[in-house]
């Protein structure tokens, strides 16, 4: 699969995604509308402390580790029904690394 044809899929994605989204807002507002908004109990504010939090950072990848990964978001999209997030895919092989790298030092 070249670029262009991966590029036209991510396309196709993005509009049935976007489209999704717009009719749920739709459904949503309508059902905002007879409900009432209540405020959240502190409680729910609260986050558990081992909760993991994501922070934004920008890092250089080779442009085949971007086409292996938009690859992979298709393949899941059309196994699962649901487009997953590029950073999900890349914070789940960040933590595989991890896990690799302790093992190979337990070995040692």
Same mark, same amino acid.
């Given at each position: 699969?070249? $670029?262009?044809?991966?590029? +036209? #899929? ?10 999704? @989204?717009?009719?749920?807002? @739709?459904?949503? %507002?309508?059902?905002?509308? @007879?409900? +009432? ?9 609260? +986050? ?5 939090? /994501?922070?934004?950072?920008? !890092?250089? /990848? !080779?442009?085949?580790?971007?086409? %292996?990964?938009?690859?992979?978001? #298709?393949?899941? $999209?059309? +196994? ?5 997030? /590029? ?10 690394? !991890?896990?690799? $790298? ?7």
């Amino acid at each position: 699969m070249d $670029y262009s044809q991966l590029q +036209k #899929l991510q396309d196709e994605l993005d509009q049935k995604d976007k489209a999704s @989204k717009t009719a749920s807002l @739709k459904d949503s %507002g309508e059902k905002s509308q @007879k409900a +009432k908004i209540h405020p959240p109990l502190p409680e729910q504010k609260i +986050k558990k402390s081992n909760e993991r939090k /994501i922070e934004r950072h920008s !890092f250089d /990848i !080779f442009s085949d580790q971007k086409m %292996g990964l938009d690859e992979l978001q #298709l393949m899941l $999209y059309r +196994k699962h029904g649901k487009k997953p997030k /590029i950073g999900s895919l890349v914070r789940e092989a960040v933590d595989d690394l !991890f896990k690799k $790298y302790k093992n190979e030092r337990k070995n040692e």
